[in-house]
């Protein structure tokens, strides 16, 4: 168990020296050299965890998945807004959070599958919104599909512009501002009046976010 132990640690290590190199150079520049000597590992261990930098960036990038630890709902239109909300969270605080982003934006990471957390991004949001629309929480004209669209792409792009401006300091509030711009469009009148989209409810839902 142990033995076990340390190969967790070792992994998390390199993971982490990986997030470090990559939110501050980007993928091309990021060296295996940096992050032998940022993780102090070998590059045996390295390897032995990650045989190539494509496999350490994939690692980094599933730390942008959508959050697992979103409590279910009666309403899937609030669970769909406490996913990004918890995410805006992870953001602020943790670094892996940060370089998947980094590395899922980044135009000059030739070869790197960069599509993986948008199209798990888009999965997790067309179930949530075809599971609201089952339930009658959507206006009848709203496609799932499309929408799911939509939604990653303006999130993705208020992601950005937050990190540029704030370093992610502001995302909970842009998240907030950019549903109440979206909900009055697709939620059912009734439905609309009982989602809670107050700060209040990012703060609990703050509890929820791993650390870093």
Known sequence: MAKQDRAIRTRQAILMAAAQAF??????????????????????????????????????????????????????????????????????????????????????????DRSGPFLRWQEATHHLLAQAKHNGELLPHVNPTETADLYVAAFTGTQAVSQTLTNYQDLQRRHITLQQHILPSIAAPSILTALDLTPARAERLSRLAPED
Do not use: W
């Open 23 to 112: 939110e501050k150079y980007g993928y091309q520049a990021a060296t295996i050299t940096e992050i032998l000597k940022s993780a102090d590992v070998t590059k045996g261990a390295l390897y032995f965890h990650f045989p190539s930098k494509e496999d350490l960036a994939l690692g980094v990038l599933h730390a942008q998945e959508p959050p697992q630890t979103v409590p279910e709902q009666s309403l899937k239109l609030q669970e769909l807004i406490d996913l990004g909300m918890l995410f805006s969270h992870r953001l602020q605080t943790s670094l892996l959070a940060r370089a998947g982003v980094r590395l899922s934006m980044d135009q000059q990471a030739q070869g790197l």
